[in-house]
């Protein structure tokens, strides 16, 4: 019942910044806390960073001290501002949303949008 949408993937060459924007529809009012992941082909989904609505972040230890994380509780938005991009960083980048359905925990995700780094 989360609908959750990607925008500002694109490619950017290495050191160079680029951000990413999550926009939230549907049911949104029990979502406790949103964020990104992002995942290379053969390899599992890794966390990028979490906001919580409390607002605490969370960020994966590679992106940490490059990547920030943002939002607006107003319009259900999340974003991520990603600076210093490596190669590495290349990947499918997906927001997700968890949201408390009774006792069981459910993660939305959006459909991703690719990061290209290269020269």
């Known amino acids: 019942q989360v609908r959750l949408v990607e925008s500002g993937g694109g490619w950017v060459q290495p050191g160079g910044s680029l951000g990413l924007a999550c926009v939230a529809s549907g049911n949104t009012d029990k979502i406790n806390a949103m964020g990104w992941y992002r995942q290379v082909a053969g390899k599992q989904r890794e966390l990028v960073a979490v906001?919580?609505?409390?607002?605490?972040?969370i960020y994966g230890t590679p992106v940490a001290g490059r990547f920030t994380i943002s939002g607006d509780n107003a319009k259900n938005t999340v974003s991520l501002q990603m600076n210093s991009l490596k190669p590495d960083d290349a990947a499918a980048y997906y927001c997700t949303a968890d949201y408390p359905d009774g006792l069981v925990l459910t993660a939305y995700w959006g459909q991703g949008t690719r990061v290209i780094v290269s020269s």
């Open positions: 906001l919580t609505s409390g607002g605490k972040t």
